[in-house]
């Protein structure tokens, strides 16, 4: 694609959260011993957080107390434009944090997609969100 920047339209923060409570599967990346690891999950948002819910196992040691990015995107061919969400920020695992905000994000719906319990929440605490939209280029 031969998308110029001046053509690539910055959201704002608020349109960023918009799209991110209009949608309900997103990517987390992690770093796993310098290797790049991207996870679908089903997730929930609130101003604060994105807030997912998974099995023990390798997204939720990698995703522990560590920088992670979280991130959402369409393209939709039917209006010939495309978007994307990221957010930035450290993850923390609340499945028995006792804290306000922790307590508050385990009253979201999140329902995952995939089989099995998930019975484990991971918060990723936003630092940053930012966002971008673009027209398609004809034959995309």
Not at 3 to 15: K, N, R
Not at 49 to 63: H, S
Not at 124 to 134: A, D, K, L, N, P
Request: aromatic residues 6%; charged residues 25%; negative net charge.
């Amino acid at each position: 694609m031969n998308t110029s920047a001046a053509e690539i339209e910055v959201l704002s923060e608020e349109e960023c959260m918009e799209l991110l409570r209009s949608r309900h599967v997103g990517r987390v990346a992690v770093v796993d011993h310098g290797q790049p690891l991207i996870f679908p999950v089903n997730y929930a948002t609130d101003d604060r957080a994105v807030v997912f819910r998974t099995a023990p196992g390798m997204k939720l040691q990698e995703a522990r107390m560590a920088r992670v990015a979280f991130e959402i995107d369409e393209v939709d061919t039917a209006t010939g434009t495309a978007w994307s969400v990221l957010v930035k920020g450290v993850a923390y695992e609340i499945t028995e944090a006792l804290d306000h905000l922790s307590e508050r994000l385990r009253e979201l719906v999140v329902e995952p997609m995939a089989p099995g319990e998930r019975s484990n929440w991971v918060a990723v605490v936003r630092h940053e969100i930012s966002g971008r939209r673009f027209a398609l280029e004809s034959g995309s």
